[in-house]
């Protein structure tokens, strides 16, 4: 299957931002590849042709990787613990800690965090990129925006 040029102009456009939000979401070290596998996965996609929405279907499916992504992630942590020893176990990576509570969140929490505060968008702007419901976007904000306040206060 060839990728045909208004699938290549649609990426380009649209690269810079699908990464800026994987980034907020899985991190800078991962954010190209959950963002390549995401376009990979859509341009192979048979229902590709006929989506009508493309910009909204890509952002789901970086969404959904990064979901993915931490599922898998987070088997490999728990199969790594039961094989360590207790004193083997190195201390995570020190991080700022607005960025340690963010990436607590979960993985709905933190998306919707990233759209409003990195990429200014309202909840109907990211209802419709997600494609999800305004009340879902409102409610993944306002749990995400308490669980970072608990945390950041917790540091004081």
């Known amino acids: 299957m060839g990728v045909d040029i208004a699938d290549s102009e649609l990426y380009r456009k649209h690269a810079d931002d699908l990464t800026r939000f994987?980034?907020?979401l899985v991190g800078p070290q991962n954010a190209a590849d959950v963002v390549s596998e995401a376009v990979l996965s859509c341009l192979s996609s048979r229902s590709w042709p006929s989506v009508t929405q493309k910009r909204s279907y890509l952002y789901r499916s970086v969404y959904?990787?990064?979901a993915e992504f931490h599922r898998s992630a987070r088997r490999r942590r728990v199969r790594e613990e039961v094989a360590a020893q207790p004193?083997?176990?190195d201390p995570p990576d020190v991080r700022p800690e607005v960025l340690a509570a963010v990436m607590r969140l979960s993985i709905q929490q933190r998306a919707?965090?990233?759209l409003t505060y990195w990429d200014d968008l309202n909840p109907a702007?990211?209802?419709k990129l997600l494609d999800i419901s305004d009340g879902s976007v409102r409610r993944h904000l306002a749990r995400?925006?308490?669980r970072l306040k608990e945390a950041l206060n917790a540091l004081d």
């Open 22 to 24: 994987a980034t907020g």
């Open 64 to 66: 959904n990787k990064a």
């Open 87 to 89: 004193e083997s176990i």
């Open 112 to 114: 919707v965090i990233v």
């Open 125 to 127: 702007a990211i209802a």
């Open 144 to 146: 995400g925006k308490s």
